[in-house]
């Protein structure tokens, strides 16, 4: 029994750290842009990420779709999820939700979603310092 509860403790452990390996929590400002699709414009993002929570907003409603909701990463793939309630009066396709490939480097965060249409969403961030 002893054994089981340590086993079952390491795995649990092991999940959440899997989870989260190393993301760089804080506020991130950039773009989105559609690309692909015709007079796609480019919008000023900023995203909050706090481990598991996410908060974003856009400059353009609804593009992209931001709100709030939770994340993870593994395996250089950002995964959302969106807890915001939404109108049917624009494309679903914007909402921030689903997986994302990505890319950190430094302070920076890009992350890409393709569609079989041709269309992909990109997101480039820059992480903003931290208010001490």
Known sequence: ??????????????KS???NPDFPDGIYTGTFQRMHQE????????????FPDWTGASNINH???????TFKYVHDALTFENG??????????????????DRIKGDSLIFIKSYSNGWVD?????KQPDNE
Request: proline share 3%.
């Open 1 to 14: 029994v002893l054994m089981l509860s340590l086993v079952t403790t390491l795995l649990a452990c092991s």
């Open 17 to 19: 750290a899997a989870d």
């Open 39 to 50: 007079n796609s414009p480019l919008a000023s993002v900023t995203i909050n990420f706090n």
């Open 63 to 69: 593009y992209p779709a931001l709100g709030n909701g």
């Open 84 to 101: 915001s309630v939404w109108t049917a009066d624009f494309d679903w396709t914007l909402i921030l939700k689903d997986s994302y490939i």
């Open 122 to 126: 990109v997101y480039k961030l820059k």
